[in-house]
């Protein structure tokens, strides 16, 4: 069975980060172009950023640019997103996808979720004081 499967989530404070990891069951994400979406209550899922097959080409989305980092680890089999500097409104379930490339919304660095044909079940995210 193919899956993927997000960790690292959890309860934090504003201004602290968090690592999120994706990995996969059944097949290797070396092949594969990850996204992170994330979905906040009553909201709907919005891409937050993509790294591509090689891991040469990422994009964000503007509300976490200079905040968030996504990386790859073929030899984990691993992608991460580092989140720093963490604010309220990133509280979200978050989600890992796998797909044959990144595409982005026209003139942004947004995500879509067109070309992504796995997904995680995703990892909740909250950021409180």
């Known amino acids: 069975q193919l899956q993927l499967v997000e960790s690292g989530g959890g309860l934090v404070q504003p201004g602290e980060s968090l690592r999120l990891s994706c990995t996969s069951s059944g097949f290797t994400l070396d092949y594969y172009a990850i996204g992170w979406f994330r979905q906040a209550p009553g909201k709907e899922r919005e891409g937050v950023s993509c790294?591509?097959?090689?891991?040469?080409?990422?994009n964000y989305a503007d509300s976490v640019k200079g905040r968030f980092t996504i990386s790859r680890d073929n030899t984990k089999n691993t992608v991460y997103l580092q989140m720093n500097s963490l604010k309220p409104e990133d509280t979200a379930v978050y989600y890992c996808?796998?797909?044959?490339?990144?595409?982005?919304?026209?003139?942004?660095?947004?995500?879509?979720?067109?070309?992504?044909?796995?997904w995680g079940k995703g990892s909740l995210v909250t950021v409180s004081s």
């Open positions: 790294i591509s097959v090689g891991g040469g080409g990422t």
């Open positions: 996808a796998a797909g044959p490339l990144c595409t982005y919304y026209s003139g942004s660095g947004t995500p879509q979720e067109y070309d992504m044909d796995y």
